[in-house]
């Protein structure tokens, strides 16, 4: 497993606020739960699938996991796997890119870079 990149998924206009106040603080679930949540790239899918389900307007960050030092931390979660979580805001310098997240005929979201397969 990777560890050096990870996901996290959010709403193109709390994107855009970040990239305004130079870090994203989470969504409100992530507050609600204390951590942005994110995923390495064999989870991102199936955790965008579960939590964002049907939802449009979605952009994927891509992180550099090293830039984030002491606030990201690996915990339990689905099934006991270890999941990506920042305690703290996330810096925009942090991000080595975004794209959309667009949603396929099917209801799926379409995701770039090679994530989700072929």
């Known amino acids: 497993m990777d560890r050096s990149r990870i ?3 959010c ?3 709390e994107w855009q606020a970040a990239l305004a106040a130079g870090s994203h603080p989470g969504s409100s679930q992530d507050l609600a739960d204390g951590f942005i949540h994110c995923s390495d790239a064999s989870q991102v899918v199936a955790s965008v699938a579960k939590h964002r389900a049907g939802q449009d307007g979605l952009v994927i960050l ?3 996991a090293a830039a984030l030092g002491v606030t990201l931390r690996w915990e339990p979660s689905r099934g006991g796997a270890l999941f990506p ?4 805001a996330l810096p925009v310098a942090a991000v080595l890119r975004s794209a959309a997240l667009p949603l396929g005929a099917d209801g799926r979201h379409r995701f770039p870079w090679g994530l989700g397969g072929p």
């Open 62 to 64: 891509e992180i550099d």
């Open 11 to 13: 709403r193109a206009a």
């Open 7 to 9: 996901y996290h998924a």
């Open 85 to 88: 979580h920042i305690h703290g």
